[in-house]
């Protein structure tokens, strides 16, 4: 199985701030990146697929890049509401794999 | 919009069969490019994937898990099943059926139902 890193574990930051999370995969995986983001109790929520591409109803202030094994994920401006953990999922090849997660806290 | 919704029991004993239904709404089970799929979470950890099945019928499982779980569809209820044999403490976890858009990202999720397996 593809193994997917993330950094960090987790983040403490200010609304306002830029926030960059990185994601590692155990070997190339093209392209096929996605990130999601999840809030305590609830489902997680598509963000970005195929590393850079926002999903439909998601805010400009999330992008994604990279391509091989790095990629990031940014937000521009955190609002309150980002204030959730993020998980990147690699679905080049099965089984697909999470990474851990990143959690960004309020400062 | 489609619509997906977990259903079962809440609580399972140890060495029992784990079963759920993910009701899809609004959209058709063999309709596009999808799969279904199951992962789950135990509390406090990652999520994980369990499987899928493909339009075509065709199931795809984790091999860590592949031994234990079965994936089906109802075409006529517009569900998909979960099955996980013999289960113990550590199939503990919320259970959560997607949408797989393309075989390749999760684009519409259920709430989850959270299973205990417990005696």
């Known amino acids: 199985d593809i193994q997917m890193t993330q950094s960090p574990s987790s983040l403490s930051a200010s609304v306002g701030d830029r926030v960059t999370i990185t994601c590692r995969a155990s070997?190339?995986?093209?392209?096929?990146l996605n990130w999601y983001q999840q809030k305590p109790g609830k489902a997680p929520k598509l963000l970005i697929y195929?590393?850079?591409s926002l999903h439909s109803g998601v805010p400009s202030r999330f992008s994604g890049s990279g391509s091989g094994s790095d990629f990031t994920l940014s937000i521009s401006s955190l609002r309150p509401e980002d204030f959730a953990t993020y998980y990147c999922?690699?679905?080049?090849?099965?089984?697909?794999?999470f990474g851990h997660g990143t959690k960004v806290e309020i400062k | 919009q489609v619509q997906l919704r977990e259903s079962g029991p809440g609580l399972v004993k140890p060495s029992e069969t784990l079963s759920l239904t993910c009701s899809v709404s609004?959209?058709?089970?063999?309709?596009?490019?999808?799969?279904w799929t199951w992962i789950r979470q135990p509390a406090g950890k990652a999520l994980e994937y369990i499987g899928r099945?493909?339009?075509?019928?065709?199931?795809n499982y984790n091999p860590s898990l592949k031994s234990r779980v079965s994936i089906t569809a109802d075409t006529s209820k517009n569900q998909i099943s979960l099955k996980l044999s013999s289960v113990t403490a550590a199939d503990t976890a919320v259970y959560f059926c997607?949408?797989?858009?393309?075989?390749?990202?999760?684009?519409?999720w259920g709430n989850g139902t959270t299973v205990t397996v417990s005696s």
């Open positions: 195929d590393a850079s």
């Open positions: 997607a949408r797989d858009r393309d075989h390749s990202y999760m684009d519409v």
């Open positions: 070997q190339s995986i093209s392209r096929y």
């Open positions: 609004a959209g058709s089970i063999r309709s596009g490019t999808y799969s």
């Open positions: 999922q690699q679905s080049y090849s099965a089984p697909p794999t």
């Open positions: 099945i493909y339009t075509s019928g065709e199931t």
